[in-house]
């Protein structure tokens, strides 16, 4: 089993910055691909970014638009994501999920195996 935890959400101002973890217990992140999908209320969850098993490989959705980048630390069994010039509209829950699959990297939420609890982003104007 994998356990996912999640931190470093918050609540910032439009424009600025948050840097989110995952940590990974259980299994080593190179075995996994693993990404972040968030949910906003209303809305079904989304794929945000992608990053394979060595975390040299990794994906964005069209709206990150340059702004975020995920990263792995194998050293610290953790994925992050760091996310600048934050809007409004990138309120939501993120939650970081992985997949022992093989699949090269994990863009549907239907494909992972394991998620974390979820930690909230708040970008006031």
């Known amino acids: 089993q994998v356990q996912l935890v999640e931190s470093g959400g918050g609540s910032v101002q439009a424009g600025g910055s948050l840097r989110l973890s995952c940590a990974a217990n259980?299994?080593?992140?190179?075995?996994?691909?693993m990404s972040w999908f968030r949910q906003a209320p209303g809305k079904e969850r989304e794929f945000v970014a992608a990053?394979?098993?060595?975390?040299?490989?990794?994906y964005y959705a069209a709206f990150v638009k340059d702004r975020f980048t995920v990263s792995k630390d194998g050293a610290k069994n953790t994925m992050y994501l760091q996310m600048n010039s934050l809007e409004p509209e990138d309120t939501a829950v993120y939650y970081c999920?992985?997949?022992?699959?093989?699949?090269?990297?994990?863009?549907?939420?239907?494909?992972?195996?394991?998620w974390g609890q979820g930690t909230q982003v708040t970008v006031y104007s």
């Open positions: 259980g299994r080593t992140i190179s075995t996994l691909v």
């Open positions: 999920a992985s997949s022992a699959q093989n699949t090269k990297l994990l863009t549907y939420p239907t494909r992972a195996d394991y």
């Open positions: 990053i394979d098993r060595s975390g040299s490989g990794t």
